[in-house]
Each structure stands twice: as C-alpha cells, then as structure tokens.
C-alpha cells in the first residue's frame, strides 16, 4: 500500500464521519467551539501593545519625524556604517601590502642600505627601459 492509498482511506474514513455515541459527539464539538471562541478572545501581547503605543506616539502630531527625520537619521547611520567599514578594509589593505613588502625585502639578497640608495635607483630605473 502506498501514500496515495493510505491518503484516500484516511479521507473516506474522515468524510464517514467519526463512530462515536452522540454524547462524546456533543462533548467534542462543545469543546472545539470553546476552543475556536478563546481563539478570537486572545488578548495582543505586551510586545505589541508596547509597538502599538510607540507607533500611536510617532503617528501623531510629529509625522515630520517618521516621514523626514527619523529616515534621514538611519540613511546618515547608514552611510557612517559604509565608510567606516570601507575604511578598516582600506586600513587592512595597506597593512597586508607592508607585510608583503617587508616580507620580499627580508627575503631577498641585497641589503637593506642598497634600497636606500639613490643610485641603485637610477640604476634599477636604467635597467628596467
């Protein structure tokens, strides 16, 4: 027996309705009625009456402030959060290329000095063309 068949027997035996005697009947459909009552009756939570009041607040005679300010505050955040970011990327940039900077010098075969050396730069510069 597959799912499809097990589905339709589930379905027919549902559709036949339950065999129970009328006073469990009554007793189930009084309680899923209770049920279905309390349901409607629910109360809102303190989070939303919390966020109800707050919006009621802004929404009132200071609508400038939602529609102008307050979005022009969080775009100027926005934008401070970018460049700072943007910023420390730059910063780890430039640190990583001193590293490998300082990584080749001290792994090559010439000296320190021979880099301070103006000569050696015009002589590296000659070469290079």
Known sequence: MNEREIGRKIVQTLDRGPAL???VLARLEAGRARA???QRRVEPSLALEIADGIAARLAGPSQWFT???LPAMLLICGLIGIHSWQD???RARAAADAAEV????????LPIDA???HRFQAWLERSSE
């Open 88 to 90: 420390s990327q730059q």
């Open 21 to 23: 005697p009328a006073g």
């Open 115 to 117: 880099y301070l050396d």
């Open 67 to 69: 529609q102008v300010l």
């Open 102 to 109: 300082d990584t080749r010098l001290l792994q090559s075969d």
């Open 36 to 38: 279905v009552e309390s």
